[in-house]
């Protein structure tokens, strides 16, 4: 293959010719058929009307010679037409107003009433539209020239409107197209006329839309035979505004006729980007000139200028007034009659509806703008946007303490069940939740089929709490399970604790979520006796120090050692007496003998003879009878983060917890520490069921927008920007020792907050009952006294004063107590 | 570290020429030279010439260059060490008084010199000095006691390795593993999620040879890996490892035989201790610097819980004690860090090798220096960095009214 083979290929480019400049005869056959037909049909159609020839052929090159578009199109734009020249010709003369406020009221033009058109009008669309009236006289000034939609289908965005730049070929057509449009215009004077402007009309009605600065402004680039009449004196407004703008030589008095400034720049017309519309008279001969091949007006153009059928309009008093701003009216009346920054009235339509439905639909970014659109707004609006898209909530702005204070709802109780490992906690509260029907019989067989079928058949009560495959694979419960149920005057939320003791840290932040609590005690021989000294001691002890006062005591199991009363009393007499040296006091202990793999004295009475002995209470009737706990609801929002989960699909990011204080609604903006980041609350649900508001003492899920995951752990705080949680590295607490105490790592935990840290110094130690210091920098604490520690972090905390704390060191708890 | 030569004199003053030959090695260094010293080593230095028409080159020259030694700059992730000073040596390169950072490598000789100033600048090679370099030399070579362990807990993890006299902390894994939740099988996947970096990083971290051909051809040892967690973390862990071991990479099946898994009370580096004194890892790492450091600290805490007055702690009070002379002959034990040797102030590296050289030379009583890169030693930092078995007790009432300057 040689080179000179390849650089003679070019028939391509033949083609390419042969296709555009040359049509083949049988196109244009094809094209004369065509174009005959659409004559027919335009005339033998409804409303009867005749296009010329030219026209035809036009539409059927845009329409791809499809004809029964091009009639279509055809007959539109000609019943618009004829409705427009009615239309102008019943235009009485409107009066005109003095423009006093930045905002003109213009004079709406008569209701004119064409004979019922089922056709868009152009006339009709822009009645009301301030630039309609402008006076007659000005009629003539700008001489929009006809604005061809180039290199797509009739009514293509007309994007490079006359800014862009120009092919050869497109400036050729568009030349040839003008003369066609000339020539039809002197053959049927109003008619075609209006013709070849109507094909225009759409196109600048869609210019128009936005950006209407620009496009005029292109418009008066473009047309360089925008003159102005000088018969009537007067310079057009948009020009001195240019002018002014530009120059700067031009003062207020616009009245004068041809302005020196403006008469000479032959050069400055070409250097400037917008050249200046032509306004001298040398610009008015060569008009005269071009006359035969310039272009009529448009209708949008006629109707930005007014009309020659239109009643000529006294002068307008503000052109003759000297004091006039004529940057305010070139930049707001003229170039900016309207603007669609505001929402659509279907978008008004939409939000209203989806408002109504409680949607939070997303707002559009330039909501706000008002209906005068400035350049700052654009500029302000242009900065708003950005890559990542705001999610933006709409706060219903609630007073969330009279609603709570409204809302009847049934008293909430939340309670810990804690105990020794296999004291039956899970079991007892898997029972509970069996008999009180808030988990259903199938779902129950189900679990028992499958706890049977890997041989731990008496666990298939606990596997209602036990979600997790480790916890029952295992038989152990893990992490701490939440699940709610009902009775008639209350709802209780069950926080199932772990009663291992690697899993105390867990139980410490379920127990953090509880009012009161409910302890669990194995009373079988020898497991009772383990239990004292293991988790049954540590689990009293930890719930006290975090502010529990009222502990139920389920005796369990007490049908393995056949219901005997005096197991039960020696039992209970160990435990109160233990209890009361906790600090619990002896009328917040209540003790039950139950058993929750039979569910006797769970939520009935049992009927076994051996009970006869207890007339006490049930356990449920004991939960019933808990009163009620009053919530710092008033205080600035606190909450913890217990988990950080993925909802669903939309809800990609969800955290949940209970309030320790304060309240909160949809739409809030909050701040979890210690990241410091902000969140949206996109919406939220209290007990599971979905609401706008919540308040402290509430178990709620949060759906939050606007924050990366990354930055929420469990344990960190939800807070408000306005009262924010500090972050400490080392803080000073007051605490009760049940070890030995001295300078050394300990894991400080507070809920869920679980954090290494370690005790940097001993302060003093500090009598019991009156707070007052015994020793000061004690080199060891003694276990059972009280004392005053600094303690250090590695990594800042949030933490405040007054918080309980707890201590651990070793898998033991050693301390619990107050910040300080 | 090889020693090359050793020219120590009577009085104290002399050089040392050492060979570091590992990582750890470095760490010994960075405790005996001290700022003041004089070290010789060979080094890179770019040079900056200029011509007489002005135009200026450099080149990099490889000198041997000695500092007086400003300061030290030890980073123990990578093990390396940066010592610098101002040189004291001329050469065609190098001017005296110019200052210079040296970059100690393995492999390359260095020497120090310690001299014992007139007036006193100096300490020259002291007892404790003397110590760390025979510890650092290890002419019994016993210290092949090194292991990896991975302390976790859900959504957490430490994977760090305990060498004979220090425990680098190596990476932290940190992620949020979902709640186990009604319904939800998050927590699961989750788990898996955070086993699955935790497997990666612990496979870079200790280089190891993940390549299926490995299995056959090396037989590197393995160090011990111990898994430790509250709960089930680790030995889910282990599981894990199994069964990737079994389906994608069986080249960790190499691993498997060397992972011990261990209890700990929580996921968090301090509970380390909790790990070495576990039965199981006794075993592993019997009678290493670790264990035997670990164990006398649990003593002292010991005998503080008694509340026998027969230990104590605090810079003030230890030295009270050995100056009534409770940490002498039968069963005095004074516990040191090594943190303390390492003051910049002279009097102050003074001040605690007296003491240092009192209790074992006057007193007769049993001196320990911890490593404050251990988790023992921590726990001593925790307590001022001294503390002592005394043998007897003594009542501390006296350090009440001056202690403020003692919370260092």
């Given at each position: 293959?040689s080179?000179?083979?390849v650089?003679?290929?070019?028939?391509?480019e033949?083609?390419?010719?042969?296709?555009?400049?040359?049509?083949?005869?049988?196109?244009?056959?094809?094209?004369?058929?065509?174009?005959?037909?659409?004559?027919?049909?335009?005339?033998?159609g409804?409303?009867?009307?005749t296009?010329?020839?030219?026209?035809?052929?036009?539409?059927?090159?845009?329409?791809?010679?499809?004809?029964?578009?091009?009639?279509?199109?055809?007959?539109?734009?000609?019943?618009?037409?004829?409705?427009?020249?009615?239309?102008?010709?019943?235009?009485?003369?409107?009066?005109?107003?003095?423009?006093?406020?930045?905002?003109?009221?213009?004079?709406?033009?008569?209701?004119?009433?064409?004979?019922?058109?089922?056709?868009?009008?152009?006339?009709?669309?822009?009645?009301?539209?301030?630039?309609?009236?402008?006076?007659?006289?000005?009629?003539?000034?700008?001489?929009?020239?006809p604005?061809?939609?180039?290199?797509?289908?009739l009514?293509?965005?007309?994007?490079?409107a006359?800014?862009?730049k120009?092919?050869?070929?497109?400036?050729?057509?568009?030349a040839?197209?003008?003369?066609?449009?000339?020539?039809?215009?002197?053959?049927?004077p109003?008619?075609?006329?209006?013709?070849?402007?109507?094909?225009?009309?759409?196109?600048?009605?869609?210019?128009?839309?936005k950006?209407?600065?620009?496009?005029?402004?292109?418009?008066?680039?473009?047309?360089?035979?925008?003159?102005?009449?000088?018969?009537?004196?007067?310079?057009?407004?948009?020009?001195?505004?240019?002018?002014s703008?530009?120059?700067?030589?031009?003062?207020?008095?616009?009245?004068?006729?041809?302005?020196?400034?403006?008469?000479?720049?032959?050069?400055?017309?070409?250097?400037?980007?917008?050249?200046?519309?032509?306004?001298?008279?040398?610009?008015?001969?060569?008009?005269?000139?071009?006359l035969?091949?310039?272009?009529?007006?448009?209708?949008?153009?006629?109707?930005?200028?007014?009309?020659?059928?239109?009643?000529?309009?006294?002068?307008?008093?503000?052109?003759?007034a000297?004091?006039?701003?004529?940057?305010r009216?070139?930049?707001?009346?003229?170039?900016?009659p309207?603007?669609?920054?505001?929402?659509?009235p279907?978008?008004?339509?939409?939000?209203?509806?989806?408002?109504?439905?409680?949607?939070?639909?997303?707002?559009?970014?330039?909501?706000?703008?008002?209906?005068?659109?400035?350049?700052?707004?654009?500029?302000?609006?242009?900065?708003?946007?950005?890559?990542e898209?705001?999610?933006?909530?709409?706060?219903k702005?609630l007073?969330?303490?009279?609603?709570?204070?409204?809302?009847?709802?049934?008293?909430?109780?939340?309670?810990?069940?804690?105990?020794?490992?296999?004291?039956?906690?899970?079991?007892?509260?898997?029972?509970?939740?069996?008999?009180?029907?808030?988990?259903?019989?199938?779902?129950?067989?189900?679990?028992?089929?499958?706890?049977?079928k890997?041989?731990?058949?008496?666990f298939?009560?606990?596997?209602?709490?036990?979600?997790?495959?480790?916890?029952?694979?295992?038989?152990?419960?893990i992490?701490?399970?939440?699940?709610k149920?009902?009775?008639?005057?209350?709802?209780?939320?069950?926080v199932?604790?772990?009663?291992?003791?690697?899993?105390?840290?867990?139980?410490?932040?379920?127990?953090?979520?509880?009012?009161?609590?409910?302890?669990?005690?194995?009373?079988?021989?020898?497991?009772?006796?383990?239990?004292?000294?293991?988790?049954?001691?540590?689990?009293?002890?930890?719930?006290?120090?975090?502010?529990?006062?009222?502990?139920?005591?389920?005796?369990?199991?007490?049908?393995?050692?056949?219901?005997?009363?005096?197991?039960?009393?020696?039992?209970?007499?160990?435990?109160?007496?233990?209890?009361?040296?906790?600090?619990?006091?002896?009328?917040?202990?209540?003790?039950?003998?139950?058993?929750?793999?039979?569910?006797?004295?769970?939520?009935?009475r049992?009927?076994?003879?051996?009970?006869?002995?207890?007339?006490?209470r049930?356990?449920v009737?004991?939960?019933?009878?808990?009163?009620p706990?009053s919530?710092a609801?008033?205080?600035p929002?606190?909450?913890?983060?217990?988990?950080?989960?993925?909802?669903?699909?939309?809800?990609?990011?969800?955290?949940?917890?209970?309030?320790?204080?304060?309240?909160?609604?949809?739409?809030?903006?909050?701040?979890?520490?210690?990241?410091?980041?902000?969140?949206?609350i996109?919406?939220?649900?209290?007990?599971?069921?979905?609401?706008d508001?919540?308040?402290?003492?509430?178990?709620?899920?949060?759906n939050?927008?606007?924050?990366?995951?990354?930055h929420?752990?469990?344990?960190?705080?939800i807070?408000?920007?306005?009262?924010?949680?500090?972050?400490?590295?080392?803080?000073?607490?007051?605490?009760?020792?049940?070890?030995?105490?001295?300078?050394?790592?300990?894991?400080?935990?507070?809920?869920?907050?679980?954090?290494?840290?370690?005790?940097?110094?001993?302060?003093?130690?500090?009598?019991?009952?009156?707070?007052?210091?015994?020793?000061?920098k004690?080199?060891?604490?003694?276990?059972?006294?009280?004392a005053?520690?600094?303690?250090?972090?590695?990594?800042?905390?949030?933490?405040?004063?007054?918080?309980?704390?707890?201590?651990?060191?070793?898998?033991?708890?050693?301390?619990?107590?107050?910040l300080? | 570290?090889?020693?090359?030569?050793?020219?120590?004199?009577?009085?104290?003053?002399?050089?040392?020429?050492?060979?570091?030959?590992e990582?750890?090695?470095?760490?010994?260094?960075?405790?005996?030279?001290r700022?003041?010293?004089?070290?010789?080593?060979?080094?890179?230095?770019?040079?900056?010439?200029?011509q007489?028409?002005?135009?200026t080159?450099?080149?990099?020259?490889?000198?041997?260059?000695?500092?007086?030694v400003?300061?030290?700059?030890?980073?123990?992730?990578?093990?390396?060490?940066?010592?610098?000073?101002?040189?004291?040596?001329?050469?065609?390169?190098?001017?005296?008084?110019?200052?210079h950072?040296?970059?100690?490598?393995?492999?390359?000789?260095?020497?120090?010199?310690?001299?014992?100033?007139?007036?006193?600048?100096?300490?020259?090679?002291?007892?404790?000095?003397?110590?760390?370099?025979?510890?650092?030399?290890?002419?019994?070579?016993?210290?092949?006691?090194?292991?990896?362990?991975?302390?976790?807990?859900?959504?957490?993890?430490?994977?760090?390795?305990?060498?004979?006299f220090?425990?680098?902390?190596?990476?932290?894994?940190?992620?949020?593993?979902?709640?186990?939740?009604?319904?939800?099988?998050?927590?699961?996947?989750?788990?898996?999620?955070?086993?699955?970096?935790?497997l990666d990083?612990?496979?870079?971290?200790?280089?190891?040879?993940t390549?299926?051909?490995?299995?056959?051809?090396?037989?590197?040892?393995?160090r011990?890996?111990?898994?430790?967690?509250?709960?089930?973390?680790?030995?889910?862990?282990?599981?894990?490892?199994q069964?990737?071991?079994?389906?994608?990479?069986?080249?960790?099946?190499r691993?498997?035989?060397?992972?011990?898994?261990?209890?700990?009370?929580?996921?968090?580096?301090?509970?380390?201790?909790?790990?070495?004194?576990?039965?199981?890892?006794?075993?592993?790492?019997?009678?290493?610097?670790?264990?035997?450091?670990?164990?006398?600290?649990?003593?002292?805490?010991?005998?503080?819980?008694?509340?026998?007055?027969?230990?104590?702690?605090?810079?003030r009070?230890?030295?009270?004690?050995?100056?009534?002379?409770?940490?002498?002959?039968?069963?005095?034990?004074?516990?040191?860090?090594?943190?303390?040797?390492?003051?910049q102030?002279?009097?102050?590296?003074?001040?605690w090798?007296?003491?240092?050289?009192r209790?074992?030379?006057?007193?007769?009583?049993?001196?320990?220096?911890?490593?404050?890169?251990?988790?023992?030693?921590?726990?001593?930092d925790?307590?001022?960095?001294?503390?002592?078995?005394?043998?007897?007790?003594?009542?501390?009432?006296?350090?009440d009214?001056?202690?403020?300057?003692?919370?260092?």
């Amino acid at each position: 293959m040689s080179r000179h083979r390849v650089k003679a290929v070019s028939y391509d480019e033949d083609e390419y010719d042969d296709g555009y400049y040359s049509p083949d005869p049988e196109e244009q056959e094809f094209l004369e058929q065509c174009t005959t037909e659409v004559l027919n049909q335009l005339r033998a159609g409804d409303p009867s009307v005749t296009a010329t020839r030219s026209e035809v052929q036009d539409a059927l090159y845009h329409y791809y010679d499809d004809i029964e578009k091009s009639v279509n199109y055809l007959r539109g734009k000609k019943v618009k037409e004829l409705q427009k020249k009615q239309a102008a010709a019943a235009a009485p003369p409107a009066a005109l107003k003095t423009k006093g406020t930045s905002v003109p009221v213009y004079p709406e033009p008569p209701l004119i009433s064409p004979a019922p058109a089922a056709h868009f009008s152009a006339a009709d669309f822009f009645r009301d539209a301030p630039w309609l009236n402008i006076p007659s006289h000005r009629k003539a000034e700008i001489l929009v020239e006809p604005l061809y939609p180039r290199l797509g289908l009739l009514g293509g965005a007309p994007e490079s409107a006359g800014g862009g730049k120009v092919s050869k070929l497109a400036a050729l057509a568009a030349a040839r197209r003008k003369k066609e449009g000339d020539k039809a215009a002197a053959a049927t004077p109003p008619a075609a006329t209006d013709s070849t402007a109507a094909e225009t009309a759409p196109k600048a009605a869609s210019t128009e839309s936005k950006g209407a600065t620009l496009s005029l402004r292109e418009r008066l680039a473009v047309s360089g035979k925008l003159q102005k009449s000088p018969s009537d004196g007067h310079q057009s407004l948009r020009s001195l505004g240019r002018g002014s703008r530009q120059g700067g030589s031009l003062s207020g008095k616009k009245t004068s006729t041809e302005p020196e400034p403006q008469e000479s720049p032959k050069q400055e017309e070409a250097a400037s980007v917008t050249p200046e519309p032509k306004t001298s008279g040398t610009s008015e001969k060569e008009d005269h000139t071009a006359l035969n091949i310039r272009a009529p007006p448009s209708t949008f153009a006629s109707a930005m200028v007014g009309d020659s059928t239109r009643p000529k309009m006294t002068e307008p008093s503000h052109l003759s007034a000297n004091t006039l701003d004529l940057i305010r009216i070139y930049g707001q009346d003229l170039t900016e009659p309207f603007d669609f920054a505001g929402p659509s009235p279907d978008d008004v339509v939409i939000n209203a509806q989806s408002s109504a439905k409680g949607f939070k639909s997303k707002q559009p970014a330039s909501k706000s703008a008002g209906d005068k659109k400035t350049q700052a707004d654009l500029a302000g609006g242009m900065n708003n946007l950005s890559v990542e898209e705001k999610v933006n909530v709409k706060s219903k702005n609630l007073d969330v303490l009279s609603e709570y204070k409204k809302a009847e709802r049934k008293r909430a109780m939340n309670f810990a069940v804690i105990g020794h490992v296999d004291a039956g906690k899970s079991t007892l509260m898997g029972r509970l939740l069996a008999d009180l029907k808030a988990i259903d019989q199938r779902t129950l067989d189900k679990y028992k089929r499958e706890a049977e079928k890997i041989g731990k058949g008496s666990f298939a009560l606990a596997w209602v709490l036990d979600q997790g495959a480790e916890e029952r694979a295992r038989g152990v419960t893990i992490d701490i399970a939440t699940n709610k149920f009902e009775t008639e005057k209350t709802v209780f939320t069950i926080v199932d604790a772990p009663g291992h003791r690697d899993f105390v840290p867990n139980m410490i932040a379920g127990a953090s979520q509880a009012d009161f609590a409910v302890l669990v005690i194995d009373s079988s021989i020898g497991n009772f006796e383990s239990g004292l000294k293991g988790q049954t001691k540590e689990h009293a002890l930890l719930v006290r120090s975090m502010g529990v006062q009222r502990i139920i005591v389920a005796v369990n199991k007490m049908d393995s050692v056949q219901w005997d009363k005096e197991r039960f009393d020696e039992i209970e007499q160990q435990v109160s007496s233990f209890l009361t040296t906790a600090g619990f006091q002896p009328k917040n202990i209540n003790f039950v003998p139950c058993s929750g793999i039979s569910g006797d004295n769970v939520t009935r009475r049992s009927d076994d003879p051996n009970v006869s002995w207890y007339q006490g209470r049930t356990l449920v009737d004991e939960l019933e009878a808990t009163e009620p706990y009053s919530h710092a609801v008033d205080k600035p929002l606190r909450m913890t983060i217990g988990d950080v989960f993925r909802g669903s699909v939309q809800n990609p990011l969800s955290i949940s917890g209970r309030l320790d204080a304060g309240s909160l609604q949809v739409g809030d903006q909050i701040l979890t520490m210690p990241s410091g980041e902000t969140a949206t609350i996109r919406s939220l649900e209290v007990d599971g069921e979905p609401n706008d508001w919540a308040v402290a003492g509430q178990n709620v899920v949060l759906n939050l927008a606007n924050i990366d995951p990354i930055h929420l752990r469990s344990g960190d705080v939800i807070c408000r920007a306005s009262a924010p949680i500090a972050n400490v590295t080392s803080f000073t607490c007051k605490v009760l020792a049940f070890d030995h105490l001295l300078p050394s790592m300990v894991d400080i935990h507070r809920g869920r907050l679980h954090v290494p840290g370690r005790i940097s110094r001993l302060l003093s130690t500090l009598d019991k009952q009156s707070g007052a210091i015994i020793k000061k920098k004690p080199k060891i604490v003694a276990p059972g006294t009280v004392a005053r520690i600094v303690v250090e972090m590695d990594q800042a905390v949030p933490l405040e004063a007054p918080t309980r704390i707890v201590l651990r060191a070793g898998g033991e708890t050693v301390a619990a107590g107050l910040l300080e | 570290m090889r020693l090359v030569k050793n020219k120590i004199e009577l009085n104290g003053s002399g050089t040392v020429t050492l060979c570091p030959e590992e990582p750890e090695d470095m760490w010994h260094a960075y405790n005996l030279i001290r700022p003041g010293d004089l070290l010789r080593a060979s080094a890179i230095r770019r040079v900056t010439t200029t011509q007489d028409t002005g135009s200026t080159s450099s080149a990099r020259v490889h000198l041997t260059l000695e500092i007086r030694v400003k300061s030290l700059d030890f980073d123990p992730q990578s093990s390396q060490l940066h010592v610098s000073g101002q040189i004291v040596n001329e050469t065609a390169h190098t001017k005296v008084g110019q200052h210079h950072t040296l970059d100690l490598e393995l492999n390359r000789n260095f020497t120090l010199e310690k001299e014992i100033g007139s007036d006193g600048e100096g300490v020259g090679w002291d007892s404790i000095a003397v110590q760390m370099l025979k510890d650092a030399v290890d002419e019994s070579g016993n210290r092949r006691a090194e292991a990896v362990a991975v302390v976790m807990q859900e959504g957490l993890a430490h994977i760090c390795f305990i060498g004979q006299f220090q425990t680098i902390l190596k990476q932290k894994v940190e992620m949020s593993v979902p709640r186990k939740r009604q319904g939800g099988g998050d927590h699961d996947k989750g788990m898996n999620k955070f086993f699955q970096v935790t497997l990666d990083t612990l496979v870079r971290q200790m280089e190891f040879n993940t390549s299926a051909t490995s299995l056959s051809t090396n037989n590197e040892t393995v160090r011990p890996v111990l898994l430790a967690s509250p709960g089930f973390v680790a030995a889910g862990f282990q599981k894990y490892i199994q069964s990737v071991a079994n389906t994608s990479m069986p080249a960790l099946k190499r691993l498997l035989p060397s992972i011990v898994v261990v209890h700990s009370a929580s996921g968090y580096l301090h509970s380390l201790a909790e790990v070495l004194q576990s039965p199981a890892v006794k075993t592993i790492l019997a009678d290493t610097k670790y264990a035997r450091e670990t164990r006398l600290m649990d003593d002292f805490l010991d005998q503080l819980r008694k509340e026998t007055n027969k230990a104590t702690y605090g810079p003030r009070e230890v030295e009270s004690a050995v100056d009534q002379g409770a940490v002498g002959r039968g069963g005095g034990v004074l516990i040191i860090s090594n943190r303390l040797f390492r003051s910049q102030d002279v009097a102050e590296r003074k001040r605690w090798v007296s003491l240092v050289d009192r209790v074992r030379d006057v007193e007769g009583g049993e001196v320990r220096v911890l490593s404050s890169d251990h988790e023992s030693g921590r726990r001593l930092d925790g307590l001022g960095g001294v503390a002592a078995l005394l043998t007897f007790p003594i009542v501390d009432d006296a350090g009440d009214e001056d202690d403020d300057d003692d919370s260092q």
